[in-house]
């Protein structure tokens, strides 16, 4: 088997479009409290050589012994690392009395990333979802990759083979994930390139006013081949606007983005209409207002062959999108994009009226959970959205639309594809 070493990726925000809390760095105080608690000399000396894969074992007390053996079964083969509550004596990490795995990943260095990690512990821990890495279990659960191998041998030689492989769970290819466009360029490239994603660019403000041709045609480069989506930018931005100023500021650089959209390779582009409730109280004028201003510039999409889906944001229900695309017209290319996380936290009409509304015309779908109270986008199954409703609605349609995950941070990616394969099972498609 040839061997493909995975990329050492600083942990950023995935997606820019919305809240999310500060990243974690090895400078932090977690990355501080991490480093201080490698209690083994040899894992000092990883941070300077590194020259085989990382694997993190996670025990318990009861455990230890089993993954010590495990440990010397893998030997100079992979940098292993126990990770262990408080109070397990003889662990390389002391996790604290409540071990989160996600603010362990956030918070080591680059060089300790897991390539594969074992499950030793009775009782798995927080965050194990969040690792972007095989993950095997002595008892498995839904979001785990498959069992542990009885015997410590058996199970080294599976954990290393793993370890070499490029980690692609079921739903990876079959989704889009939202990327900015100025991520990409700046410290996601490798990510891009040792990973088959399809992704949704986000094309915004800070993109098209601070990248030039150099960085578009990089950009080019490492999206040739993908399934590409593109997200149009939206802060500050309304098309529909009385004020002529707003509304020809809001087409000029909704028309950039589309051109660039269309010269990146996207097939369908995704944009919010800019409606706040609070304003917009006269919805026939702002539909009116919307196709005039944007009218030519969908005509110009579909004549180029991208389709263009409206998403809800802090509309109140789907109304405000029907009229919309009533007046921009039905036709093929034309349609919605339901953000379910949107319809959540900012809607006020149900998550099954929203569908209501806009199933005859679905182009894509945004997959992010909250528990209602704010647009958190965490990843599905980790707030309240109705998943399973989501599903059987989704078996009733005649054709599927885009499925795009929007994680704000890395380790949200993984638990989002974990979280899709828990509520949804195998990918539409699948045999």
């Known amino acids: 088997m040839s061997r493909m070493l995975l990329p050492r990726m600083i942990l950023l925000p995935l997606c820019s479009f919305g809240y999310h809390k500060p990243l974690l760095n090895p400078g932090s105080a977690q990355g501080a409290f991490f480093l201080t608690g490698l209690k083994n000399r040899r894992n000092r000396i990883w941070l300077e050589t590194m020259p085989e894969p990382v694997i993190w074992i996670m025990t318990d007390a009861a455990a230890l012994n089993q993954a010590k053996e495990l440990r010397d079964r893998l030997g100079q083969k992979a940098n292993s690392l126990i990770l262990a509550p408080q109070g397990v004596a003889g662990a390389d990490l002391n996790l604290g009395p409540a071990p989160d795995l996600l603010l362990a990943l956030t918070g080591c260095p680059l060089e300790l990333r897991p390539r594969a990690c074992a499950l030793m512990a009775q009782k798995p821990p927080k965050g194990l979802d969040c690792l972007p890495c095989p993950v095997l279990g002595n008892n498995e659960s839904a979001f785990l990759e498959g069992g542990l191998p009885p015997d410590p041998g058996q199970a080294a030689l599976l954990l290393l083979e793993l370890s070499h492989q490029v980690f692609t769970p079921p739903w990876l290819e079959k989704v889009q994930v939202n990327l900015p466009l100025t991520y990409l360029l700046n410290g996601y490239g490798e990510l891009v390139k040792n990973y088959p994603l399809n992704l949704e660019i986000g094309i915004d403000a800070g993109a098209l006013d601070g ?30 606007s009385n004020d002529p100023l707003i509304s020809r500021a809001a087409r000029e650089r909704l028309a950039k983005a589309m051109d660039w959209a269309y ?13 706040d409730w609070r304003i917009h109280r006269d919805l026939d004028e702002f539909a009116d207002n919307f196709r005039d201003n944007l009218g030519p510039l969908a005509d110009k999409a579909l004549d180029r062959g991208l389709s263009l889906a409206l998403e809800n944001t802090f509309e109140p229900g789907p109304q405000v999108l029907e009229a919309v695309l009533e007046r921009l017209g039905k036709g093929p290319g034309l349609g919605f994009c339901l953000d379910v996380g949107h319809a959540m936290s900012f809607g006020r009409a149900s998550l099954a009226e929203w569908w209501q509304g806009l199933k005859g015309h679905l182009l894509e779908m945004h997959l992010h959970d909250n528990l209602g109270d704010d647009d958190r986008h965490l990843p599905p199954g980790w707030g309240k959205a109705d998943w399973p409703g989501l599903r059987s609605r989704l078996d009733a349609q005649e054709k599927l639309p885009v499925l795009t995950l929007e994680p704000h941070q890395e380790p949200y990616l993984w638990a989002s594809l974990r979280g899709l394969l828990k509520l949804w099972g195998d990918p539409f498609g699948s045999d």
């Open 211 to 240: 990248l030039g041709r150099a960085e578009l045609d990089l950009a080019k480069e490492l999206l040739a081949g993908r399934k590409l989506t593109a997200h149009l930018p939206f802060k500050d931005l309304v098309p529909a």
């Open 263 to 275: 010269e990146l390779g996207a097939f369908q582009m995704v944009m919010h209409l800019g409606y």
